[in-house]
């Protein structure tokens, strides 16, 4: 059973750092594509950045040039360098893993991890 964990979130001041973590576990396999979304209260889930087995990365318009996307496939995790935090950047950060494998799909998904920037 794969297992998606996150960490890493907390309180910050607006324009102060964080870094997220996303771990799996339970998988013999490198997932094609993992992201990370996130979702304020009242708002839907939005897609914040994506990173592919291969290294290549796309982000929200929202956190170009403030959020880094990385991952290291040895160690089957994911991370979420997030700088210059703003306010509206208050959300629970939610972990994704997917892809297909032979020919099946597969979508994982993590607990969630709170990030609030106060003002």
């Known amino acids: 059973q794969v297992q998606l964990v996150e960490s890493g979130g907390g309180l910050v001041q607006a324009g102060g750092s964080l870094r997220l973590s996303c771990t799996a576990s339970?998988?013999?396999?490198?997932?094609?594509?993992m992201r990370w979304y996130r979702q304020a209260p009242g708002k839907q889930r939005e897609l914040v950045a994506a990173?592919?087995?291969?290294?290549?990365?796309n982000y929200a318009d929202s956190v170009k040039g403030r959020f880094t996307i990385s991952r290291d496939n040895a160690k089957n995790t994911v991370y979420l360098q997030m700088n210059s935090l703003k306010p509206e950047d208050t959300a629970v950060y939610y972990c994704?893993?997917?892809?297909?494998?032979?020919?099946?799909?597969?979508?994982?998904w993590g607990q969630g991890t709170q990030v609030t920037v106060s003002s």
């Open positions: 339970g998988s013999f396999f490198i997932f094609d594509v």
């Open positions: 994704n893993a997917g892809g297909t494998l032979i020919m099946r799909a597969y979508d994982y």
């Open positions: 990173v592919r087995s291969g290294g290549s990365t």
